[in-house]
């Protein structure tokens, strides 16, 4: 069993900067991809960020530029930090992990373990 628990969500306003923390315990080998995914009211889960081990970041064109997802294998832990927020970042974000190594990286269907979320409100 793997568990992921994000924290550091909360309010932030346009322009400000935001960091996420997911926390994985349980049976975490192999664990090739862990990605940030966020979900906003009536809209589809989408990628925000991926990472391939420890090396290889992808981001949605959306975030790009301003966001950066890191991973610490000896803590578990993986980050996500974002500056210059806008009010569409306001959404459930999601850390998701999966031990696939290929595959799509931003496709939801292809991860097997999420964390229940945390709410990011960005106002303008």
């Known amino acids: 069993q793997v568990q992921l628990v994000e924290s550091g969500g909360g309010s932030a306003q346009t322009g400000g900067s935001l960091s996420l923390s997911c926390a994985a315990s349980g049976d975490t080998d192999r664990m090739f991809w862990m990605a940030w995914f966020r979900q906003a009211p009536g809209k589809e889960r989408e990628i925000v960020a991926a990472?391939?081990?420890?090396?290889?970041?992808t981001y949605a064109d959306s975030v790009k530029g301003r966001a950066t997802i890191s991973r610490d294998s000896a803590k578990k832990t993986l980050y996500l930090q974002m500056i210059r927020l806008k009010p569409e970042d306001t959404a459930m974000y999601y850390c998701a992990a999966r031990r696939l190594p290929g595959g799509r990286w931003n496709d939801v269907a292809q991860y097997n373990y999420w964390g229940r979320g945390i709410q990011v409100t960005v106002s303008s």
């Open positions: 990472i391939y081990l420890t090396t290889a970041e």
